[in-house]
């Protein structure tokens, strides 16, 4: 059952910009955020905060019969990311 993997086609198929941040409005949103918000038309562009862009998210998820499992994935990283750059500690 021992399996042998190559590593150099392992690597060449990972995205790597998937993660990477960009600053939109003063928010840092990953690539990947970007492109499911995009996908949903979710008007991040026009939000000043985490919080804002969550609620557009939730505004989706509570409006469509569809569950998507990209949509839930990053409505919960970036309300994590909101808690750690915005809450008092």
Same mark, same amino acid.
């Given at each position: ?20 941040? #960009? ?6 949103? *990953?690539? #990947? ?11 991040? %562009? %026009?939000?000043?905060?985490? %919080? ?24 919960? *990283?970036?309300s994590e990311r909101d808690y750690y750059q915005n *809450?008092?500690?």
């Amino acid at each position: 059952m021992d399996k042998e993997y190559d590593i150099d086609s392992l690597v060449s198929n990972m995205d790597f910009n998937s993660g990477s941040f #960009q600053n939109i409005n003063g928010m840092m949103l *990953t690539n #990947q955020e970007i492109e499911v918000l995009d996908r949903y038309e979710i008007p991040y %562009k %026009k939000c000043n905060s985490l %919080k804002e862009v969550i609620f557009e998210i939730e505004e989706v998820i509570g409006d469509s019969d569809i569950v998507d499992e990209d949509l839930d994935y990053i409505s919960s *990283t970036i309300s994590e990311r909101d808690y750690y750059q915005n *809450t008092n500690k």
